[in-house]
């Protein structure tokens, strides 16, 4: 049974960094793009970033390029999510997914496993 787990979630004030983490479990993951995702209160679940298979090809959504970097370790069967110069508005529930293909892709319907997220609040 595929499981995905984040962790990392938390507390921060604007301006600090926080790091998620996605173990993924049930099989291997490492031909499959993951992506995060985020949904705040009162909105629809958003992309966030994706990685490719092979850790090169990554995408970010223009609301945080720069700040935040997608990773993932393959022998580990985890993707990353390290999150800078964090602001207000990046409060939200983060989700890490798999998509059951190489390649990266934005659309929520394109994903195949979701974890149950894990909560960032980022105060001013």
């Known amino acids: 049974q595929v499981q995905l787990v984040e962790s990392g979630g938390g507390l921060v004030q604007a301006g600090d960094s926080l790091g998620l983490s996605c173990a993924a479990s049930g099989r291997t993951f490492s031909w499959y793009a993951m992506g995060w995702f985020r949904q705040a209160p009162g909105k629809e679940r958003e992309f966030v970033a994706a990685i490719g298979w092979g850790g090169s090809l990554t995408d970010y959504a223009d609301s945080v390029k720069g700040r935040f970097t997608i990773s993932r370790d393959n022998a580990k069967n985890t993707v990353y999510l390290q999150m800078n110069s964090l602001k207000p508005e990046d409060t939200a529930v983060y989700y890490c997914?798999?998509?059951?293909?190489?390649?990266?892709?934005?659309?929520?319907?394109?994903?195949?496993?979701w974890g149950q997220g894990t909560q960032v609040t980022v105060s001013s």
């Open positions: 997914a798999v998509r059951l293909a190489a390649h990266t892709r934005r659309e929520i319907n394109e994903y195949d496993y």
